[in-house]
């Protein structure tokens, strides 16, 4: 896939403040709506490393959609199921120049397919807040999800008004060593 996004450090002539953003790795323009997302993380006080994993995250997503010829305003429930399985199944891209044909080929953990999903959902979201984003589009980030099981201390309110919460809908199933589930099948 041909890379048209980059994600970049940026650091201001005037004020010398390192910040982060999206660029088109050919003429370096910014991409505008990726660029308001990682400074809406800073306004809200968010560490600049989130910054800079969540650039790296967005110019992913950004190339993937490129390279599918994906509105990325508009993915479908479809196209955010393959860039999902995409994350894990393609394999990365070699650490280094002198060997690369004689490396076993390496590739991302659900764990990190799950994460780079999250920025992904978050700049969505945040698209629909600013009207670049449907609605609709929002809404196929999350379903709801019966809690049979409460976590301690969460109160399900009266008649279990609050048993129903809404849950990421691109996520695979992970568990930590020593955290599976103990659920009854």
Request: charged content about 20%.
């Amino acid at each position: 896939m041909e890379q048209s996004y980059v994600a970049e450090r940026s650091i201001s002539a005037s004020t010398g403040v390192e910040r982060w953003v999206v660029a088109d790795a050919r003429t370096y323009d910014l991409h505008a709506e990726a660029c308001a997302f990682l400074a809406g993380l800073r306004s809200k006080g968010r560490s600049p490393n989130t910054e800079r994993v969540y650039a790296g995250r967005l110019a992913l997503y950004l190339n993937y959609c490129a390279g599918r010829g994906i509105e990325w305003s508009r993915p479908s429930f479809m196209a955010l199921s393959g860039l999902q399985q995409w994350l894990v199944t393609t394999p990365l891209p070699a650490r280094s120049r002198r060997s690369p044909t004689t490396a076993a080929p390496r590739y991302r953990s659900q764990g990190t397919a799950n994460a780079v999903m999250t920025a992904v959902a978050d700049f969505l979201r945040f698209g629909a807040l600013h009207g670049w984003v449907p609605a609709q589009t929002a809404g196929l980030l999350s379903e709801p999800k019966f809690l049979r099981y409460l976590p301690a201390g969460y109160e399900a309110g009266e008649r279990g008004q609050w048993r129903q919460v809404q849950v990421s809908a691109f996520r695979f199933q992970v568990s930590e060593p020593g955290c599976e589930d103990l659920s009854p099948e």
